[in-house]
């Protein structure tokens, strides 16, 4: 195994610019002191002592043009300047700290500005086919954040598990989230609206937006299975814990669906301060076009209703489209031409493709869980790639940005979730923060590489891919 070598530019996602002083380094321990501005004192909590004055200094002030995620960050052997423009700036830039004074403290010196190639740098949870507790949600936030990753978006209901509570429909939770759903019936559970604002709120506190996603008019199975007046004859249909889809779909032709629909989408704009709702639109296969059609007429401008954009897996293309939708675009072909018209027409879209960055994939044919119906997805397939050239017909300005699924069907832990999680969610994530010229496949292995101790410390049960040079344990 070769031996770690610390430089200024070992962070991951790689910084848009690195100008590295090799003669100069600063040592930052838990007694250093930290100064912070009002704004962002919560940033700096655990990065030294806070103090009125100190030689490490974080800054609200101008940065030239670097947005506001963006941040400079100065190393000199008398101390360390982080100035943004904005708290979420400081935010990001401190977890380049964080990982430059990993194990030693000892901080190389120089010059980083920084900034992300795309506004959306997304996850996916699905709590659908296998709950998981709001403090396992939390934990999966603070590993997230680690690499600049600034939504997460929360699959919350599907065929086999209905998982927030909705005022005035409570069988929702009381079946779908009851004993023998998720996927073999190994998954039941549910957000309480208060547990679900908690989530939300830590995940704020950390510069992360959650995306809830309320998948309809298909995968809606438990929602029918809970009130079947929903269903097309007014008939109870049976409980599934199998992973099929494409088997349930809301009536379009029935006012009631539109009753349940707008009294649903309602309570999580609600709960829900960030600017996005997912509406699904996936897998509809037992909804005829003109039917998915006519629902998503009615339901599209929904979210805009109640002050949010409306999200939709690429799918929802074939409708027309209210300003300030966006296309979720997740097969892994190469072509679509209904989202490149989307784009053509205005509509943003964020690129999550299953074969690049589908964290439920198998790594390789050993893989002891997840799928493969897209392929295997090892880690150099999840990061060599750009999202500019996904579909030919979606250029950069277009694309709001990047985000991985991990679906649930296999999962059944917080250990299943770090396996397929570690290491390509760092992949994906330099994927939507770095320039596509500072990034290196050869770069990025060696990077990651000095993760595999820091994970075993924390906990983490990472996959050790064969593709990585790990250093001894």
């Known amino acids: 195994m070769r031996p770690q070598t610390k430089r200024l530019g070992d962070v991951i996602p790689a910084p848009a610019l690195v100008v590295p002083e090799p003669a100069v380094t600063f040592t930052i321990s838990p007694e250093t002191a930290v100064s912070a501005p009002p704004a962002a004192a919560a940033v700096a909590a655990g990065l030294g ?32 300047s982080l100035r943004a423009a904005e708290p979420a700036g400081l935010f990001w830039g401190v977890q380049t700290l964080r990982q430059l004074a990993a194990g030693d403290g000892v901080l190389p010196g120089g010059v980083i500005e920084d900034r992300p190639r795309f506004a959306y740098r997304g996850a996916m949870l699905d709590l659908a ?15 997230l954040v680690q690499f600049k990753i600034n939504h997460l978006h929360l699959h919350l209901t599907d065929d086999q598990g209905w998982r927030l509570e909705i005022p005035g429909w409570p069988r929702l939770t009381e079946t779908g989230g009851g004993p023998g759903t998720g996927c073999d019936g190994a998954g039941p559970g549910f957000l309480t609206l208060a547990e679900y604002s908690d989530v939300v709120a830590y995940a704020a506190q950390r510069f992360v937006t959650v995306v809830p996603e309320i998948d309809m008019p298909g995968h809606v199975n438990a929602a029918l299975v809970a009130y079947p007046e929903l269903t097309a004859d007014g008939q109870p249909v049976p409980p599934r814990t199998d992973a099929e889809v494409g088997y349930s779909s809301l009536v379009a032709g029935k006012e009631e669906t539109y009753a349940f629909v707008e009294a ?37 401008p929904l979210p805009g209703k109640y002050g949010k954009r409306a999200v939709g897996w690429h799918e929802i293309a074939a409708a027309d489209l209210p300003e300030g939708t966006v296309v979720q675009y997740w097969r892994p072909e190469e072509q679509n031409p209904a989202v490149d018209a989307a784009a053509a027409a205005g509509r943003e879209v964020i690129m999550s493709p299953a074969d690049r960055v589908y964290l439920d994939m198998k790594y390789d044919a050993s893989t002891p869980i997840g799928l493969d119906w897209a392929g295997l997805v090892p880690v150099e397939r999840a990061y060599d790639w750009d999202p500019a050239r996904r579909l030919p017909g979606v250029p950069e300005e277009s694309v709001l940005g990047v985000a991985a699924p991990l679906w649930s069907e296999t999962l059944r832990g917080p250990a299943d979730v770090q396996f397929l999680t570690f290491p390509r969610l760092p992949a994906v994530a330099e994927v939507g923060w770095s320039p596509q010229e500072r990034r290196s496949w050869a770069s990025f292995r060696e990077r990651v590489a000095a993760f595999g101790p820091r994970w075993e410390a924390a906990g983490v049960a990472y996959f050790r891919s064969p593709e990585i040079d790990w250093p001894a344990s």
């Open 129 to 143: 086919r296998h709950f998981f507790t709001p403090a396992e949600i939390k934990a999966h936030v603070d590993l």
């Open 264 to 300: 649903v989408l309602k309570t999580v704009a609600d709960a829900t301060p960030g600017p996005y709702l997912h509406i699904g639109g996936d897998e509809c296969l037992s909804t005829s076009a003109e039917d998915y059609r006519t629902f998503l007429a009615r339901v599209l």
């Open 49 to 80: 002592s806070l103090a009125d004055d100190g030689p490490v200094r974080l800054q609200l002030t101008d940065t030239d043009g670097l947005g506001p995620e963006g941040y400079r960050l100065e190393i000199t052997a008398s101390g360390v």
